[in-house]
């Protein structure tokens, strides 16, 4: 099946037509899919690899010529699996799955940790479309691990500020340190962030200090993708559907959760620890 | 006001109307379960437990199909002793709570049950049914001997009411409904998923890891129907109708077929936990438009001649 009239939950095979190096061995595979090219900053898809494993992926490119792609970290078996494949292989795709960033916000602030750059940077891109030019922060471990660096440095030129953690580049501290510095020197009234759980938590409790909104994209173990079977559950919101972005007032109702525990694959409770 | 009532009593057990979500759509989690409660089910239904805990399968766990899904989720739980707190929380917040649960032999479906009894649940629901495990634990539910054996033991050691839920995958369901009842069980509901699988042309692979997986939504409901109609024919235990229900006319036609309540999954995929609300409202307005005060009235009345 192809064409823009299947439901997006349908599962359909798309080529790989590029296959491209990021910065820190992350790989960006680039494909044809009409309903992704419709996708909103923030969906993720389900990429399937027949004999390995099915994993979520944020869309990091939403339709540039109908082309669309996902960004992967190697981290375990299916991402390094899916990190060696070529142009011309094939992957199953489901989706695009769950809410998207929301777009209204005067004077945002952008905080990006490692991999998280791949949903936050086609949010950067819809923003600067509506005429609203956010202030970007890439984090990464080292300079070698800045991903989107020249995509962001193109689009925002002066918004994008760079942090390293061993300093190597820009501000040298973790993203989150950086954010903080950044909301006491500056008016912002939306913090978008995606990254490591610990940097979002620390994040959300600033911006809850000073008033300002959150939207925060986050990671649960993902399994049906369409809100049934419960894996994804982060209180009383499933990541795989309310989600993957949640709110303020949503990250208040599950403040015992965010940052602190998640449930493994069997459902039991399990300390987040990065 | 009209006197109408939608509340139902399912062997003993009373709820305020006879909606429930079907076993392992939501129930892993407490705050979810909870959910589901306050979108307007009359109970709320737990994943099915077993004695310890369990990944599942790989994924793809679930696909879409033309008129439904097809999950091998594989059972995937923390295990009975690990969700007696989180029955416990529920029944803190007023939830009615019916336990599923499973075992790979005969004991440890007692055992379970008695874990999850002591914990206070207000139902127990024996899952002998599942189709995505049957290599590791057999196909208990196939057989009616071995149906009555095991609700028997369970009945032993439950303090609650046992529903026993059936398979389709059989070839005569109304058998093994009778085989259940033998065995002491107080209501059985109709059905489980059918297996099936999916393949992909451009892959020529089985999508789902477990090659096999199981039917549900739309797809399933003339199957659990004809279930729910025939098993009405045979015992005179209560029957809850499941398998495709997704709007309210689907709920009624499970009630004239015999059943005296419905548990619904797939439709939560396309109506959000509102559902229950929504399906609830509209048997409510058919009670009404109809001229009947309650539920019961409507129950079995197709079999009339
Ligand atoms: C909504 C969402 C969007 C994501 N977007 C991206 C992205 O754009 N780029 C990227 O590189 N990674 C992304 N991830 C994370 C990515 O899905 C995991 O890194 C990947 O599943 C790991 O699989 P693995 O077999 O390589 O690793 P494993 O060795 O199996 O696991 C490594 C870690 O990944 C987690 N993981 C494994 N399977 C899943 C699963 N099905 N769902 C959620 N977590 C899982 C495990 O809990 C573990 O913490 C996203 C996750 C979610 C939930
Ligand atoms: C994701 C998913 C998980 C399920 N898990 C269980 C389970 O743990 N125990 C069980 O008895 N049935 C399980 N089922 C089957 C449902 O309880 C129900 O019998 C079936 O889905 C038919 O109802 P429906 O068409 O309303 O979904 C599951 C179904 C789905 C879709
Ligand atoms: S992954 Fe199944 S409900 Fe979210």
Aim: proline share 5%; with cysteine; charged share 20%.
């Amino acid at each position: 099946m192809s064409g823009s009239r299947m439901k997006p939950d349908t599962l359909r095979v798309r080529q790989l037509v590029d296959v491209t190096e990021e910065a820190g061995d992350m790989v960006s595979l680039y494909f044809r899919d009409v309903q992704c090219s419709q996708a909103l900053p923030g969906q993720y898809v389900m990429i399937w690899v027949p004999g390995v494993d099915e994993v979520p992926m944020s869309l990091s490119t939403i339709g540039r010529r109908k082309v669309s792609s996902v960004t992967v970290r190697p981290v375990g078996e299916a991402t390094r699996y899916i990190c060696d494949l070529k142009a011309g292989n094939m992957v199953g795709v489901r989706g695009p799955f769950g809410n998207g960033y929301t777009l209204e916000c005067d004077l945002p602030l952008v905080v990006a940790g490692g991999v998280g750059a791949a949903s936050l940077t086609p949010l950067a891109e819809s923003l600067v479309t509506r005429g609203v030019r956010p202030t970007f922060v890439l984090g990464a471990r080292n300079e070698e691990q800045l991903v989107f660096r020249e995509r962001l440095k193109n689009l925002l030129d002066e918004g994008l500020v760079l942090a390293t953690d061993d300093g190597s580049c820009g501000f040298k501290g973790f993203a989150s340190d950086c954010a903080l510095k950044l909301m006491d020197e500056r008016q912002f009234d939306v913090v978008y962030t995606c990254g490591p759980e610990l940097m979002m938590a620390l994040i959300f409790r600033s911006a809850e200090d000073r008033g300002i909104q959150v939207q925060a994209s986050l990671e649960r173990y993902i399994k049906c993708a369409v809100g049934l079977c419960g894996s994804c559950a982060i209180g009383p919101y499933r990541v795989c559907k309310d989600g993957p972005v949640l709110t303020t007032d949503q990250l208040k109702v599950v403040r015992d959760e965010f940052g602190l525990q998640r449930m493994d694959p069997s459902g039991q409770a399990i300390k987040v620890d990065h | 006001m009209s006197q109408l009532s939608l509340a139902v009593d399912i062997a003993g057990l009373r709820l305020r109307n006879p909606t429930m979500n079907a076993a392992g759509v939501l129930g892993i989690s407490g705050p979810l379960l909870k959910r589901v409660y306050e979108g307007g089910a009359g109970a709320v239904v737990t994943k099915s437990l077993g004695p310890v805990p369990r990944e599942g399968h790989h994924n793809p766990t679930l696909v879409t199909v033309e008129g439904g899904v097809l999950n091998a989720m594989g059972l995937p739980n923390p295990g009975a002793d690990y969700f007696v707190d989180v029955i416990r929380w529920l029944k803190g917040e007023g939830v009615p709570v019916v336990a599923s649960f499973f075992g790979a032999t005969i004991e440890e479906f007692r055992d379970v049950a008695c874990t999850l009894s002591d914990a206070g649940v207000d139902a127990l629901e024996l899952n002998c049914s599942c189709p995505n495990v049957v290599e590791e634990m057999g196909m208990l539910g196939a057989d009616c001997l071995n149906t009555e054996a095991v609700t028997a033991a369970v009945k032993e050691v439950a303090k609650t009411p046992v529903f026993v839920k059936l398979s389709p995958n059989v070839t005569d369901i109304s058998e093994i409904a009778r085989g259940a009842e033998r065995g002491g069980a107080d209501a059985i509901t109709a059905c489980n998923t059918l297996i099936g699988m999916a393949v992909d042309v451009d892959m020529r692979r089985p999508i789902l890891a477990n090659t096999t997986g199981g039917l549900s939504g739309p797809a399933l409901k003339p199957v659990a129907l004809r279930c729910v109609w025939e098993i009405a024919k045979t015992v005179d235990i209560p029957i809850i109708g499941c398998g495709g229900v997704t709007n309210w006319r689907d709920a009624v036609e499970f009630l004239l077929c015999g059943a005296s309540a419905v548990e619904i999954g797939t439709a939560v995929m396309e109506r959000g936990v509102e559902v229950f609300g929504m399906v609830v409202e509209g048997i409510r307005s058919y009670l009404e438009v109809n001229g009947f005060k309650e539920v019961k009235d409507i129950v079995g009345l197709a079999h009339e001649t």
